[in-house]
């Protein structure tokens, strides 16, 4: 990191902690010192739709910002601004930027993996189940991308598979090497017992998104029977940990209604879901 770059984490760092003390208060302060100093328009763009959708405190948008105060711990909070806003977006977007130019190709802001085909599920339309545990990436192989992503300015990676958390051991070891990257894993949830979510706490970077298909009928009856209490037990953890997570939803027609309802949209948001990913079936087999 150059001595701009390490002016520019230090001086956020500071204004972050300021905001900590009266978010109402000092986000509206803090958007408008981003767009100010923003040179090299490497977040005006997002920081002027962030102001205009937390404009009336009434606003669902308003509600979500504000709630990252109040549901998620203040120790994944810092971490998780430090990785996707100051490192991804302040410092990694202006240098991914330059190098673009330099080699005339795309570097992504976020790189997605798959560490491994392997999964403890069997789900209906998956091409996991088809595969089984035979292709994997190293541990080696994935802190060599990530080191790499770092050098192009990539601070967010994206684990799917396969279940990502088949490898819940180097997946934190990951989280711990590359402290100043950000880490979102697509998963099942049926792996998040009470071990994996304290080392979650502990290392802060890691976020899940869940997959789950509606509720337990839905759920189960692609994912196999019980899944769905899983999942809800994986919430639970979590939330009681003030941990940030989302689910993940493949829509089918079987399922369409129920995971666009206001019912089952207002369930996630008490069970303390902060976003939601949503796929389009693409059936492998013939049961499909």
Known sequence: MNVSDKMKDFAVKQLFGYLDKDPDNNIPKILDWFEKYDKENGVT?????????????????????KSLW?????????ALVESVGIK????????????????????????????????NLHCTGCWAAEYGNKLNLTFEQLDDIIRQGKELGTYVYIYS?????????DII????????????AFTNGTLI??????????VKNFVPAISIEGFEEATDYRRGHGTYRKVIEAMKRLKERKLLFGISCCYTSKNAEVIGSE??????????????????????????
């Open 45 to 65: 763009e997002q920081v002027r739709g962030i102001k205009k959708a937390i404009s009336d405190p009434n606003n669902n948008w308003s509600k979500l910002v």
């Open 70 to 78: 109040t549901d998620v711990n203040d120790g994944q909070r810092r």
């Open 88 to 119: 991804g977006t302040m410092i990694g977007t202006p240098l991914s930027t330059k190098l673009q130019d330099k080699y005339q190709c795309n570097i992504p802001w976020a790189i997605l993996m798959d560490p491994t085909s392997a999964c």
């Open 161 to 169: 598979g396969g279940e990502p958390l088949v490898r819940k051991a």
């Open 173 to 184: 070891r990951l989280c711990e090497k590359h402290s100043d990257c950000a880490f979102l």
């Open 193 to 202: 017992d009470d071990a994996f979510a304290d080392e979650m706490v502990r």
């Open 263 to 288: 019912e089952y949209f207002d369930f996630m948001v008490e069970m303390g879901v902060k976003f939601a990913w949503f796929f389009t079936y693409m059936p492998i087999g013939a049961d499909a």
